[in-house]
Nanobody, 120 residues
Framework: VQLQASGGGLVQAGGSLTLSCPDSGRTFSRPVIGWFRQAPGKEREFVALISRSGRSTHYADFVQGRFTISIDSAKNTVYLQMNSLKPEDTAVYYC??????????????WGQGTQVTVSS
């Protein structure tokens, strides 16, 4: 497995979590990396994208300034800092690489997800 998301857990509404996704297979050499999520009974949805350089980011509308995607090239790791979490943010979160840069990105490389549960 080249991508393995971690950092999920149980948090109260209003709390924060930071997800990490280290790349063990040099997939972050691809130009665009992203975070996605899938809630029970729902389709997977886009959360955030970042360019390999870290200079460009793009977020889904529902993020509303609460999440921040970043990349540490030295550690070959992508992060998703999530603040002001809401119960509706409960989902399995995935990182992915080799993504298209759009409002509905398509990615070729997917990692294993990490569960985020926000209690009310």
């Amino acid at each position: 497995v080249q991508l393995q998301a971690s950092g999920g857990g149980l948090v109260q509404a209003g709390g924060s979590l930071t997800l990490s996704c280290p790349d063990s297979g040099r997939t972050f050499s691809r130009p665009v990396i992203g975070w996605f999520r899938q809630a029970p009974g729902k389709e997977r949805e886009f959360v955030a994208l970042i360019s390999r350089s870290g200079r460009s980011t793009h977020y889904a509308d529902f993020v509303q300034g609460r999440f921040t995607i970043s990349i540490d090239s030295a550690k070959n790791t992508v992060y998703l800092q999530m603040n002001s979490l809401k119960p509706e943010d409960t989902a399995v979160y995935y990182c992915a690489a080799d993504c298209s840069w759009s409002n509905r990105p398509v990615c070729d490389i997917w990692g294993q997800g990490t569960q985020v549960t926000v209690s009310s």
